[in-house]
């Protein structure tokens, strides 16, 4: 008599031929839900031309729910511009990525310049995942005599997605921004790499635009700009236990360029450590924007070997001269709490708006020293700290000393008509 060694999910049993069956039909059901790029036609040699290849892998992955699209590891895939179409999707598809995806550097391969180098657009509830890299092979782009077009792409870019999960993976060497969500909510992004030099230009680590219910944590971030960019549209955003640097810090902005309205509110970013960057958690916008941005938390901030590491700047510019004007994005509602650490130029720097003053501005348990006496010394005349019409409260006692930084009271200046512009 046969003996009943293996259960079906039905609850059926069977003997060992019963078993073989049973796996064999579930090898079967999960290839047909796995769909690897080689068997595509990809080459995976980092030469031959694989875009081709993650086009069809990605059409057939797309009609099954939970399907997965993988790109396997031990192969590096040579991918030109691409965009993977969601709007006809399933839902929960999964990109594995365990392999290595480079783009191409030949002037050709980019006509007259793009925006993004990847894209995938209109995606509900999908994921990104692996141990594997992309890389933009950036070092050709940020060479200005290299014959490639001045519009240098995003090397991953998410559009008009719900639910996106983003782990695990790397992006190095990107030609601009690594990752870039715009018009996306529900957005999950944690043990995630960035890696490209510091003098790298304009090389984001995440950038958020038009974003809402994003998090972002346990993220390692090194670029040539703001490691994380959140610009306007953007809501309830958490960020927290990043590693930044280098790289120009956390910002909130640039907002407000050519007399734009921005909108930004409810963002918090916790218990990140920030070394050799510009600076540690700035706001900036520019003269003559509208709008807002208000209730906002930093907190549990280390900084070392950073410039600046607390700053808002009304007066942005990115240029040589930009011109005065009589309006500006309000910002209100702003707390820092248990900021500490070294910096080599300034401690704090609040330079806001004469027209539409900062306020609402908290500063509890702040403790910056200068990197070295050299810095002491040099920031000596202002004790480390610039402040401009910026009105708010100390909950303790800073270091640097701030007690003649923060204006109590409200101006006059129509801050609230700018906040319920949003």
């Not at 700047?313 to 994005?329: G, I, P, R």
């Amino acid at each position: 008599m046969a003996l009943c060694v293996w259960c079906s999910s039905f609850g059926a049993c069977y003997g060992r031929q019963g078993r073989s069956y049973w796996r064999k039909l579930k090898a079967s059901s999960d290839s047909n839900t796995t769909f690897n790029v080689l068997d595509y036609g990809a080459k995976g040699d980092g030469k031959a031309d694989d875009t081709k290849a993650f086009q069809q892998a990605w059409e057939a992955a797309c009609k099954v729910e939970a399907s997965s699209f993988l790109v396997p590891q031990g192969s590096v895939f040579l991918v030109k511009i691409i965009s993977f179409q969601g709007s006809a999707c399933q839902p929960n598809i999964i990109f594995q990525l365990d392999g290595k995806i480079i783009a191409p550097t030949s002037p050709s391969a980019w006509g007259s310049g793009i925006l993004q180098w990847l894209e995938f657009k209109d995606l509900n509830k999908f994921t990104i995942k692996g141990k594997g890299v992309i890389d933009g092979q950036g070092s050709v782009w940020w060479n200005v005599d290299s014959g490639l077009p001045s519009t240098k792409p995003t090397a991953l870019r998410f559009y008009g997605s719900n639910g996106v999960t983003v782990t695990g993976i790397t992006i190095q060497q990107s030609q601009q921004t690594h990752l870039k969500f715009d018009s996306c909510t529900n957005v999950q992004v944690y043990e995630f790499t960035t890696s490209s030099p510091g003098d790298s230009p304009n090389t984001d680590g995440i950038h958020l635009q038009n974003s809402q219910e994003v998090v972002i944590y346990s993220s390692t971030l090194a670029c040539g700009d703001d490691c994380v960019s959140i610009q306007t549209g953007c809501s309830n955003v958490y960020i927290h236990d990043l590693n930044c640097g280098p790289g120009h810090g956390i910002s909130i902005g640039s907002l407000g360029k050519d007399n734009t309205k921005a909108c930004v509110s409810n963002v918090t970013v916790k218990d990140v450590i920030l070394q050799n960057t510009l600076t540690g958690v700035r706001i900036k916008t520019w003269q003559g924007g509208s709008g807002s941005v208000h209730d906002i938390k930093f907190s549990d901030i280390q900084v070392s070997e950073v410039e600046t590491p607390i700053m808002i700047d009304q007066y942005y510019c990115d240029k040589s001269k930009c011109a005065n004007e009589s309006s500006a994005v309000a910002v209100s509602g702003v707390d820092y709490v248990n900021i500490k650490g070294t910096y080599s130029k300034e401690a704090v720097r609040f330079a806001c708006s004469d027209a539409v003053p900062c306020t609402g501005l908290t500063l509890d348990t702040v403790q910056l020293q200068p990197q070295s006496a050299k810095q002491s010394s040099s920031s000596s005349d202002n004790n480390g700290v610039s402040c401009w019409k910026a009105y708010g409260e100390l909950k303790t006692k800073t270091v640097p000393p701030l007690d003649d930084c923060l204006q109590s009271g409200n101006p006059s200046s129509g801050v609230n008509s700018n906040k319920d512009s949003c």
